[in-house]
């Protein structure tokens, strides 16, 4: 292994110090969206406004009302619904009109929250779509019809996610992206002195938005109306050549992700998901937001596929949910919304073909973010699979050591990867893609070799990371 990663540092050694005579990146780490603008004649709203003027110190009074549920313990089961419920009322305002007016919501201060650098435009480099230009979106996942069947779901759906950033965490971003000039577009990272670290305090709220009508998904009745601007998609993901469209999209899940160690004190965070109960109580579609869950550790002592029935203590899952809500929870029960993913299909355990398999939940996923400097793809897999990735996937035996190794509590200054030189940074999976982001672009601007060389020298560099990793 030192051979293996001596020679991974002199390679890339080699590529820094190639010289600059590449062309400057033509991304800009400030973008707005991803440079597709509705015409006049097909939305005549106002449009995405970018925040990214972050707080240079913490606020003077970080308010946390929250833990007045806890009296000073950490989160359990028994008290995990006031405690979502208490998260729920601090966002409210402006978290309604997020949800519910979004022309208001567009034409706002938006005090207190904040959007994400190098998140704008697209990067093929990494998959990146960039950030639509209407509500300030992200593309999210696709799946079939057939996964919601018994809720009456008749088309493909894709969700459409917002993420923004309470001040308190802001405040690591700031740290982060110290250095960027929106002159110049320069915008490297820091990361020599933990600045990815969250304080206590942080708040980060992600909204989902699906692609269906409530015509076609009938849970979605009443739920919020967002308005987009993206091209279609099919099974296999968005269709490049067709043209970006208006389109409907209905709230159906909002994540609020808080940093409290008192209540998690083995991770730091809580993960907590709401989703649209149709059938829920109130004036709109905000107060129709129930919880789904919470989770606040990966419950690494209790192997759910060698003991199926024993319960889980680190993630609560609401028994009054709505009955679409639970059908894609994660691993053993742990938690996961209705758009993460965590129930894989057609996989392979050894040689058998699994036509499903529960196989992530929200922290093992966050958990496996890690960043190495000019790097950018991920260094572990959001799933138990097997190196090199495949289609399908080839997964570790459920409940093996291998498996595990997505099922434990780590601080967020701690890698699940064993990549010398990997930084930390603190169950955030997208501070992770944009850093992959600013990487795909940096290599393209400090390089003097012509195409074909550089990527010969890259594809040397990544064989190399995929040989030490293991």
Known sequence: MPCKYMFSKMILAFLVLAGMARAETSVNPFAVNDGNIPAPSEYHGPLFQLHVNYPDQLPRKITMPWRKVLNGQPLTKENAYPFVMALKKFVDNPMRMFVTRPEAWNNSAQK?????????????????????AIYGT???????????KDSGLTVDVRNHAAI??????????????QKCDPVTRLCPPSLSDGETQFP????????????ATPEQWPVLQGAAKWQIYRKPFNLHGTIEQAPPVVTDVRVAIFDIIVKDSIA??????????LVYDRDAAGKDAWDRMVPLGAMWGNDPDVNSFQHPTMPLQETWVNPEAPAYSTVTLGYGGRLSGPFDIAVKTDVYVGEKLVPELRSSACMSCHGTVAYFPG?????TYFYPAKRPITEPLRMHVPGSEDWNRWFQNRPGDETQSTVAGAIALDYSTFLEMVLMNYASQDQ???GVFDDEEYEQYWDAWRILQSEFRH
């Open 112 to 132: 207190g929250w904040y959007s994400m650098l190098w998140a704008g435009e697209n990067i093929a480099a990494t998959g990146w779509e960039g950030r639509d």
């Open 138 to 148: 992200y593309t999210g996942q696709i799946q079939p019809a057939s996964v919601y």
């Open 164 to 177: 923004y950033y309470n001040q308190t965490a802001a405040y690591a971003l700031h740290k982060v992206w």
């Open 200 to 211: 206590e305090g942080s708040v980060i709220i992600k909204a989902a938005a699906a692609t």
């Open 264 to 273: 998690a004190p083995q991770t730091g965070w809580v993960f907590s998901t």
């Open 375 to 379: 790097y950018d793809q991920m260094l």
């Open 444 to 446: 393209l601007a400090r």
